[in-house]
């Protein structure tokens, strides 16, 4: 037999039921109330503003540059904005590899950027820019300061010179370093021909397109020549095999002269044929 139970009995469950719901209820309304206030206020107090915009990274470029591509000033909303535009904004210039641009502190928008490595300078009209390892020449930028990194001459081949910059990139970077100069000096017979220049004062002859898989051994090089006891300076060939000879040796049938002005004038000799010596 089913048990009946009094109304009077449940009442006490249904006003227990009906109180916690209520409750609840005043609680939801409460917390939505309280965060519709706060971000009333928030968004018309200063904290809801740009303080200050942080550059990170910047070194080709003033950071200032980059600010003004952002187009972010302090008092700016913090909100009137998303990252991915200042972001895309920001990879216009050819110059950055990447960045990343976060809201931090409240009151601070953080950008940011890696750069390109610069591996070289080019001399263009006169003024040195900067090379990066992307292959693009840096007009925005032309150097006053001391060359850090080595000097392109006679590069007007654009394709040689991103292909040379990719060689340099490999470098492992003490090779890199001691690099000076490097000229372009292609022959009928190999267009990829190039002359470095090194601060230790030899001269290496190579080919573009295996330079960095021999440079790398320079430093080995050097040390087998020197450790002889007796040598003296001059120019290592690694375009096929390797080799090395003195500057005497490679410029023996030269004179040198000093001319008025305090300069080296180079003359070749003249070869006397044993004939002419036995007519006379």
């Given amino acids: 037999m089913e048990k009946v139970i009094d109304i009077e009995e449940r009442i ?11 409750n ?29 915009v942080e550059v990170i990274g910047a070194g080709l470029v003033e950071a200032d540059a980059y600010k003004e591509q952002a187009a972010l000033q302090t008092g700016d909303s913090m909100w009137g904005f998303t990252t ?14 990447g960045v990343n641009v976060q809201r931090k502190w409240l009151t ?23 090379m990066l390892e992307n292959g693009d020449v840096l007009k925005e930028v032309s150097s006053l300061e001391p060359i850090d990194a080595p000097l392109f001459l006679e590069f007007d081949d654009e394709k040689l010179r991103k292909r040379l910059l990719t060689e340099l990139a490999k470098l492992d970077p003490t090779v890199l370093s001691l690099i000076s100069q490097i000229n372009s000096t292609p022959s009928s017979s190999d267009p990829y021909a190039v002359t470095l ?14 330079l960095a898989e021999k440079l790398n051994y320079y ?28 500057y005497l040796d490679e410029y023996a049938q030269f004179d040198f002269n000093i001319d008025e002005s305090g300069e080296a004038v180079i003359e070749e000799q003249e070869v006397i044929d044993d004939e002419d010596t036995t007519s006379e």
């Fill in 84 to 97: 991915n535009d200042i972001e895309d904004k920001i990879s216009e210039y050819h110059w950055v590899k």
């Fill in 108 to 130: 601070t928008v953080q950008i940011e950027v890696e750069e390109w490595e610069k591996v070289a300078y080019i001399s263009l009209d006169n003024k040195l820019y900067p």
């Fill in 24 to 52: 609840f209820k005043f609680i939801f309304l409460l917390v939505l109330f309280l965060v519709t206030l706060f971000l009333l206020l928030y968004f018309q107090s200063p904290y809801s503003e740009i303080k200050k």
């Fill in 197 to 210: 220049y090194m601060n230790d004062g030899y001269e290496v002859r190579a080919e573009v397109t295996t």
């Fill in 219 to 246: 430093p080995s090089i050097v040390a087998q020549i020197e450790s002889t006891g007796s040598y003296e300076k001059g120019i290592i060939d690694i375009e096929v095999g390797s080799y090395y000879r003195s």
């Fill in 12 to 22: 006490p469950t249904l006003r227990e039921k009906r109180r916690k719901r209520t």
